[in-house]
């Protein structure tokens, strides 16, 4: 689907509608939504990354996976800070 094609849909109509109930521009919501979809691919790829090398090294996973939520919750507060 090209963006001419998805602005010209149904979807993009009602799309618009919920921004407009939120008071923002659609392109600021789908803004976020991307920025958004991004972190979470950058955190699956962080998440992996971890677990393999937990998988290699004397940690749990369970140790991996502490360390994974505190850099997350490190990386939101800065987020926030912004």
Do not use: C, H
Not at 31 to 53: F, K, N, P, V, W
Not at 57 to 76: N, W
Request: proline share 1%; net charge positive; hydrophobic share 40%.
């Amino acid at each position: 689907m090209t963006l001419e094609t998805l602005i010209r849909s149904e979807l993009w109509t009602i799309f618009e509608k919920q921004a407009s109930k939120q008071n923002k521009q659609p392109s600021e919501v789908l803004a976020g939504l991307l920025r958004e979809y991004l972190e979470i691919a950058e955190d699956a790829t962080l998440d992996e990354a971890i677990a393999r090398s937990a998988r290699r090294s004397k940690y749990k996973e369970s140790d991996a996976v502490k360390i994974v939520r505190q850099y997350r919750k490190e990386k939101r507060a800065r987020r926030a800070l912004a």
